[in-house]
């Protein structure tokens, strides 16, 4: 059964070390290893984090007084916290971005390993999501209140960066992955 798997994973990495660009690749009944929601998704492979970065500094950046005070009212906090929560959002944060670097061995643009668990990863920005085809158990989060006016800058500015997915390749996770109109079933 291992080597079967391994040759699907194989299969899986060959086919997105040929797409050319971005594409759209669909992953089938992703269980959420941290609440164990099953969805289904579509992503954007290839697509440059990087220049997705670049985008979302540069929106903002042009944020005016009057997109602060709408972050403020929408997620409930202070002008001020709403202040330094974009600023914050347009520093990098260079000890996270080193350990995400260590952490893993990139394979493509969309696919690394993680050398802890040993699992591939495919690291892409979602495009879409079915509605839950089990419902998952999510744990309350009491965030801070510059974490919220993060949280709803994010979504008010529509940052792609806030739009990216990790999802594990094992069977025990999803079921298929389809590419270029090819599906791969890995139960």
């Given at each position: 059964m291992n080597a079967i798997i391994n040759g699907l994973v194989a299969k899986i990495v060959a086919m997105f070390a040929q797409l050319?660009?971005?594409?759209?690749?669909?992953?089938?009944e992703y269980e959420s290893k941290s609440s164990g929601e099953v969805a289904s998704y579509v992503v954007n492979a290839n697509f440059s984090y990087g220049e997705a970065k670049k985008r979302?500094?540069?929106?903002?950046?042009k944020a005016t007084k009057d997109d602060l005070l709408a972050i403020a009212k929408k997620a409930k906090v202070d002008f001020k916290v709403v202040e330094d929560a974009i600023v914050e959002m347009q520093t990098t944060n260079k000890k996270r971005s080193e350990a995400q670097k260590d952490a893993y061995i990139h394979i493509t643009n969309a696919i690394k390993l993680c050398k802890e668990t040993n699992l591939l990863h495919?690291?892409?920005?979602k495009v879409w999501k079915s509605k839950p085809i089990v419902e998952g158990?999510?744990?309350?989060?009491?965030?801070?209140?510059?974490?919220?006016?993060?949280?709803?800058?994010?979504?008010?500015?529509?940052?792609?960066?806030?739009?990216?997915?990790?999802?594990?390749?094992?069977?025990?996770?999803?079921?298929?992955?389809?590419?270029?109109?090819?599906?791969?079933?890995?139960k």
């Amino acid at each position: 059964m291992n080597a079967i798997i391994n040759g699907l994973v194989a299969k899986i990495v060959a086919m997105f070390a040929q797409l050319n660009g971005t594409s759209l690749v669909g992953i089938r009944e992703y269980e959420s290893k941290s609440s164990g929601e099953v969805a289904s998704y579509v992503v954007n492979a290839n697509f440059s984090y990087g220049e997705a970065k670049k985008r979302d500094m540069t929106k903002l950046a042009k944020a005016t007084k009057d997109d602060l005070l709408a972050i403020a009212k929408k997620a409930k906090v202070d002008f001020k916290v709403v202040e330094d929560a974009i600023v914050e959002m347009q520093t990098t944060n260079k000890k996270r971005s080193e350990a995400q670097k260590d952490a893993y061995i990139h394979i493509t643009n969309a696919i690394k390993l993680c050398k802890e668990t040993n699992l591939l990863h495919i690291y892409a920005m979602k495009v879409w999501k079915s509605k839950p085809i089990v419902e998952g158990v999510f744990k309350q989060v009491n965030s801070r209140p510059k974490t919220i006016a993060k949280n709803v800058a994010k979504s008010y500015f529509n940052l792609s960066t806030a739009k990216y997915r990790n999802f594990i390749v094992h069977p025990d996770m999803l079921s298929e992955v389809a590419i270029n109109g090819e599906v791969l079933g890995l139960k």
